[in-house]
């Protein structure tokens, strides 16, 4: 299969990008590291030219909802309009578990994604999956003021980026299949518990305090929101092993 993945240098795009390498498919990165903008879609008519199916894992680093929903936006309906001219014939979208029982700040942006994929005109699948074991030091960077990091309390269930990529790529090879079952990971944690250990085996002397964060966003994930619901697909690494397997 000719394959674009949107992101294919990110964090769960490279994994993406080398599963199907590996599986044989021909496969193109969309990046800006790689001079292709989606945000403003210039080139990408081009850049699709063959493609059957897209795989969007492209990301804004923000907490913010306004740029959150102005990247989803604008970067969905850029590649659904060039997909439409190059005859693309799958989209598939990576989004979070949870994220309607959430939908402020960063969510709102995936749920907007999320509405533009599925109201558009190329066949589509959504697959939802939870926190990224990744996830965690992306948290202790973003919270760290030196040697304190003040980590929000949180309840996730977290999954292998590496396992996501490879559900993404079962589903690319099954078709378009609308909402697809949700992802996560094999067991449910306190974020606050993965970031000390985490901190212990690379940030030495690093303290972390958990911190409850006011407002209906922070609440919901602290009560859990943000884990999947009974029936979801569960990955088979946990936290504990991919921090020792990255060690
Ligand atoms: N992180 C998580 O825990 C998690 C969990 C579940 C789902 N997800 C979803 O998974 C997706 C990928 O997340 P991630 O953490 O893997 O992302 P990431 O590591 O931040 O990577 C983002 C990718 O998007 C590309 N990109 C950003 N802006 C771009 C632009 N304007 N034009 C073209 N490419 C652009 C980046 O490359 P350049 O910078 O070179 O452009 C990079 O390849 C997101 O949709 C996210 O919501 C994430």
Redesign the pocket.
């Known amino acids: 299969m000719n394959i674009a993945v ?9 994994y993406v990008v080398g599963i199907a390498r590996d599986r044989g498919h021909q496969v193109t ?6 001079g ?4 403003t879609g210039h080139g990408l008519n081009r850049a699709l030219e063959g493609v059957e199916t897209v795989i ?6 923000t907490a913010a909802e306004k740029p959150a929903v102005e ?2 936006t604008a ?1 969905t309906n850029n590649l659904l309009r060039a997909e439409k001219a190059a005859g693309v014939m799958h989209h598939l ?5 949870g994220i309607d029982k959430a939908a402020t700040g ?1 969510y709102a942006g ?1 749920l907007a ?1 999320e509405h533009a994929v599925s109201r558009g005109v190329i066949p589509w699948t959504i697959l ?5 074991h ?2 965690v030091p ?1 948290v202790l960077e973003r919270t760290s003021m030196g040697p304190l990091a003040l980590v929000p309390r949180m309840i996730t269930q ?1 999954v292998a ?1 590496r396992e ?1 990529a490879r559900a993404l790529m079962d589903a690319a090879e099954a078709g378009p299949q609308g909402r697809a079952a949700d992802l996560g990971g094999p067991r449910m944690e306190q974020l606050t518990d993965l970031a000390r250990a985490y901190a212990g085996r690379r940030q030495r002397n690093k303290l972390v305090l958990g911190v409850v964060v006011p407002g209906r966003l922070f609440k919901a994930m602290r009560s859990g929101a943000l884990v999947p619901e009974p029936g979801a697909a569960v990955g088979r690494q946990t936290f504990q092993e991919w921090l020792e397997a990255e060690a």
């Open positions: 949107a992101g294919g240098t990110g964090t769960v795009g490279h990165s969309l990046s800006r590291s790689e292709l903008d989606l945000v969007d894992v492209a990301n804004i680093r990247f989803f970067t979208a990576l989004s979070i578990v960063y995936k994604q939802r999956a939870t926190q990224f990744e996830f992306q977290p980026a996501v």
